[in-house]
Structure formats: structure tokens, C-alpha cells
T-cell receptor, first 110, second 118 residues
Framework: GESVGLHLPTLSVQEGDNSIINCAYS??????FIWYKQESGKGPQFIID?????DKRQGQRVTVLLNKTVKHLSLQIAATQPGDSAVYFC?????????FGAGTTVTVRA | GAGVSQSPRYKVAKRGQDVALRCDPI?????LFWYQQALGQGPEFLTY????????KSGLPSDRFFAERPEGSVSTLKIQRTQQEDSAVYLC????????????????FGPGTRLTVL
């Protein structure tokens, strides 16, 4: 079965607001996670990654939080823009194999 | 563009036909991966190549699926006697380093080939 999964399949957010996308994983030995963005008709695009020796990592407008105690990670997008509309996946990277969850579809309302 | 390219972008096959899907990775990338993405789902790992060597094919769903990368660059995923359950998007990804290193390297994905089996 899947080792990672997302809490909600869809998220609707007002343009300019912050978005939070959640993901739970089951394997406590997992030590490397990646968030991907997939737009319609395209392949997944790397957003940000985090290793288990960190609990927070920031990029441009994005922040990933990792809570190893409850095996949960989240992706926060600041000031969500129309171009952020896409499906977001968390993935566990086991050496080279990526194990993806089912994805959260984010829709940005103007 | 220097990204991963895949062809064809769309393929319609009648049940029982054989298909071949092509992946052109980023030039010089050592690692190449194939994933299968069913509608509404996340990608599922199929197989991994390091140069021309297929090091992991544990995700191939049946012996009807075959992948090759004979010269360590372009790869072909072949599906024989296609079935309706093979309908999916097939994604190819490449990475600049070999797996198993200290730091797993980013995988760059192509746009995928959407296969529809009628």
C-alpha cells in the first residue's frame, strides 16, 4: 500500500491568501520528503524537499514543515496566486524510488 | 529546451495492440525512471536505469511491460498486448547522478504520454 497520503483531495483558496496542504506518512523510517506540483498536461515539478534532520525548510513563497512525532508534513504557500492552481503531491524518496500520495488539487479563486 | 521529452504525447491503442513509448532524458543524466500515473492518482514507480543497466524493474505490473535503454540515453517503454487497465499517463524522469549516493538527486519529469486503450 501507499506509504504517504494527503488529508484532503481538494483545496479552494482566495487569491492572496495563504494555502496549507497536508500530508501524512506511515513509515517512521522515512527520512526524505519532496513536494511536487503538477499542472494539467505536465509532469510533476519539484517544489521543495526536506530531510528528517530538519523540521522546517523555506523556499520562495513556500515552506515545508515536518513533524516526525506524528508523521506529518505540510506545504505552506504564501500569497497564493492563480499560477499556483495545480495538483500538489508529497512524495517519499527511498534512495531513488519516489512514492507519491494521491494529491491535493488546489484551485485559486480570483 | 533542455528538459525531458517524451513521445508520442498521446497514444490510442486497440486492446491487444503493442505500443512503444519513447523518453529522451536530459543530456548527460545518468539515471532514468519510468512511472505510471492512473487518472486522479499519484505516479507509481515502474523501473529504474543507471546508464544502460536496468537496476530495478520491480514496479512493472506484468511481463507485458518491457523497458530498455541500450545506449544509456534514450529509453523505450514497450507494452505488449495492451489491456484497458494499461490506460494511464506514463511519465519518464531523469536525474544527473546515480542513485545510492549520499544525497538523492532531483528527478526531472517529462510531460508524459497519455495512453488510452480501447
Amino acid at each position: 500500500g501507499e506509504s504517504v497520503g494527503l488529508h484532503l483531495p481538494t483545496l479552494s483558496v482566495q487569491e492572496g491568501d495563504n494555502s496549507i496542504i497536508n500530508c501524512a506518512y506511515s513509515n517512521s523510517a522515512s527520512d526524505y520528503f519532496i513536494w511536487y506540483k503538477q499542472e494539467s498536461g505536465k509532469g510533476p515539478q519539484f517544489i521543495i524537499d526536506i530531510r528528517s534532520n530538519m523540521d522546517k525548510r523555506q523556499g520562495q513563497r513556500v515552506t515545508v514543515l515536518l513533524n516526525k512525532t506524528v508523521k506529518h508534513l505540510s506545504l505552506q504557500i504564501a500569497a497564493t496566486q492563480p499560477g499556483d492552481s495545480a495538483v500538489y503531491f508529497c512524495a517519499e524518496n527511498n534512495d531513488y524510488k519516489l512514492s507519491f500520495g494521491a494529491g491535493t488539487t488546489v484551485t485559486v479563486r480570483a | 529546451g533542455a528538459g525531458v521529452s517524451q513521445s508520442p504525447r498521446y497514444k490510442v491503442a486497440k486492446r491487444g495492440q503493442d505500443v512503444a513509448l519513447r523518453c529522451d532524458p536530459i543530456s548527460g543524466h545518468v539515471s532514468l525512471f519510468w512511472y505510471q500515473q492512473a487518472l486522479g492518482q499519484g505516479p507509481e514507480f515502474l523501473t529504474y536505469f543507471q546508464n544502460e543497466a536496468q537496476l530495478d524493474k520491480s514496479g512493472l505490473p506484468s511481463d507485458r511491460f518491457f523497458a530498455e535503454r541500450p545506449e544509456g540515453s534514450v529509453s523505450t517503454l514497450k507494452i505488449q498486448r495492451t489491456q484497458q487497465e494499461d490506460s494511464a499517463v506514463y511519465l519518464c524522469a531523469s536525474s544527473s547522478t546515480a542513485a545510492g549516493g549520499v544525497r538523492s538527486n532531483e528527478q526531472f519529469f517529462g510531460p508524459g504520454t497519455r495512453l488510452t486503450v480501447l
